[in-house]
């Protein structure tokens, strides 16, 4: 459980790393102020009171509070089972854990979420995201794949 625990500490800090840069240096809600990288990608300052896609803007507190359960209850789980889950769950849950865990110090500290990543084509755009909503999305896309052909079922090494 070593390995997944430390990758989750480094997803952790890269996340409020990037963050710390990016309020830093890019002007806030700088969707006029966009910083160009590539044609379909920019570099923005905006901070997100609301779940993806800005969905429940302004729930800040209610939002922290069911996060902070919910990550708690995850972690509590994960611990109780490590055993019976296989590296590739663990991997993912922790990655869950910390990502969850990566924007709710934004919320406690900032009052918003910092999303920063911007993709698109002209005003065909993403919804700007970070460090820690690509790791919760990977995740849960890691966790939905063995749970679709893996059954959920611990696979043993050969």
């Not at 991997?91 to 990502?99: A, E, Q, R």
């Not at 969850?100 to 065909?124: E, H, M, P, Q, Y």
């Amino acid at each position: 459980m070593k390995k997944p625990l430390i990758l989750g500490i480094l997803t952790l800090i890269l996340d409020q790393f990037s963050k710390y840069l990016i309020v830093k240096n890019v002007d806030y809600a700088s969707h006029i102020n966009v910083i160009p990288i590539f044609d379909f990608f920019n570099i923005t300052n905006i901070h997100n009171t609301g779940t993806a896609f800005s969905i429940l803007q302004g729930r800040n507190a209610p939002l922290s509070l069911f996060i902070s359960i919910f990550l708690s209850v995850l972690a509590a789980w994960l611990y109780k089972n490590k055993e019976k889950l296989d590296n590739l769950q663990k991997y993912s849950f922790c990655l869950v854990i910390f990502g969850g865990l990566g924007n709710l110090i934004d919320r406690f500290f900032k009052g918003a979420v910092v999303d920063f990543l911007d993709f698109g084509i002209n005003s065909l755009r993403w919804p700007s995201f970070n460090v820690a909503d690509s790791c919760v999305c990977v995740a849960m896309g890691l966790i939905a794949i063995d749970l679709l052909f893996f059954d959920g079922k611990k696979v043993e090494a050969r």
